[in-house]
Structures are given as C-alpha cells and as structure tokens.
C-alpha cells in the first residue's frame, strides 16, 4: 500500500502530530508512507493517481482548483481518502468539488471544545463492531454531510445550549463512509487536537478506516 498523508492550515487542529499519528498506524499496518507538509503533492495527477490512498490534515485552507481536481480523479478511479474533523471536512470551504468528495463540510461547534457528548453505533459494520457507545469532552461537530452516505455512528445533539437547540433531537454523523466512483472515503468527525484520537476507540475507528478506504483495503 502506498499512502500519502499531506498536512498544514490552522496550527490549533496540530495538524503535524495528526499526521504523525495516521502515518504510524500506516506504517504499523505495511504501508509505504510518504508525509508532507505541501498541497504541491497534489499538482501531478499521475502522482496522486498512483497512490492507494490519501490522508489530508488541513484546516480552513485554499486549495488550487487543478490541485483539488486531480484529487477527485484519482479517488474516482480507485484511490482511497480518508481523514478526521476540519482536517478532512473543513479543510478547504471554497471548493465544492472537495466537499462533494468527502462527504460533508463542518458549519458548528456549538459550546465549542470540551463539550462532554456521547457516540452512539449504528451500524454492524466490521468498521466499528465491537467498540461500542463511547463519551468523549472534545468539538461536537455539526456538519452538513451528503445524503449518499452510509453512517457508522452518531452523537445526538443538542448537548450545549444554542440557537440551533430548538430543533433537536438531531442524530448527527461522527463517522461514516461513502463511495465515490471507484474510491471510497472514510471519515470521523473526532480529532480537534491529536489527543482526542491518540488511543481508544477514537483511535482503533480511524485505524479501521484508514486501512478500509485504501485501494484494496
């Protein structure tokens, strides 16, 4: 498996130990790594078409509209992506080509960080079978995610107080996956700072997944 984990944007999401952490698991499970700090990763197409998979660590970033393209041709034709909160699902606001490939783009945090909410599994999937409910005091993410998704577990809003409180219950996706053309792609709303995602189920469902969404996997 060759994967490549490109990392940057906004410091407060750690994006460098977050993507130390998903090239450890990689290489804990044979995978040949490469680790980048630039989006120029993505400038050649054939490049990123040749890789079983791509992890993306970045938050409230631009990304080149050729760069972004050439990302959705090659999860098209069979190259996974997979990722975590604003690092995956707000990483780049102004493209739409990246939101319709990942599933989804973050809109809230109500409470902000170290809200204490539970995850809930809704699924039998190999993905999440035997984790079950866990609790977490981290971002619950609000997200407006593609209805063409397949979700593995949810947190139920509302826990902090806000606007959008009226309007609960709302079972909100914190992982899912979902095709796109040949690719698949894995993602977990978890991971506001690499310690939330360091260890415990956090950590063993985005194992699963990062080796899930990989070309073969």
């Known amino acids: 498996m060759r994967a490549l ?3 940057g944007g906004w410091d407060g999401h750690e994006p460098d130990r977050v993507a130390a952490l998903f090239a450890g698991w990689l290489r804990g499970a044979g995978a040949e790594v490469e680790v980048t700090d630039t989006l120029a990763c993505f400038d050649d197409p054939a490049r990123v078409a040749a890789m079983d998979l791509i992890v ?3 938050t409230m970033s631009d ?4 760069q972004a393209l050439n990302v959705c041709a090659a999860v098209a034709a069979g190259t996974g992506i997979a990722g975590c909160h604003g690092g995956m699902c707000d990483a780049f606001r102004g493209n739409v080509d ?3 490939l990942t599933g989804s783009q973050w809109v809230a945090h109500p409470g902000n ?3 204490r909410y539970g995850v809930r599994m809704v699924s039998d999937d190999p993905l999440v079978a035997g984790i079950g409910d866990f609790e977490v ?3 619950q993410y609000y997200l407006h995610v593609d ?3 397949r979700v593995l577990a949810v947190t139920d809003f509302p826990v902090a107080d806000g606007p959008h409180a009226v309007n609960g219950p709302v079972a909100m996706p914190v992982a899912y ?3 796109y053309g040949r690719g698949r792609v894995y993602y977990s709303a978890l991971g506001h700072k690499a310690a939330v995602i360091a260890d415990g189920p956090p950590a063993e469902m985005l194992r699963r997944g990062l080796v899930w969404a990989a070309r073969g996997g």
């Open 5 to 7: 984990v490109t990392w």
């Open 56 to 58: 993306p660590v970045w």
């Open 63 to 66: 990304i080149g509209r050729d």
């Open 98 to 100: 990246w939101q319709f």
């Open 113 to 115: 960080d170290g809200v």
């Open 137 to 139: 005091a981290t971002e």
């Open 147 to 149: 209805p063409a998704v």
């Open 177 to 179: 996956v979902k095709g």
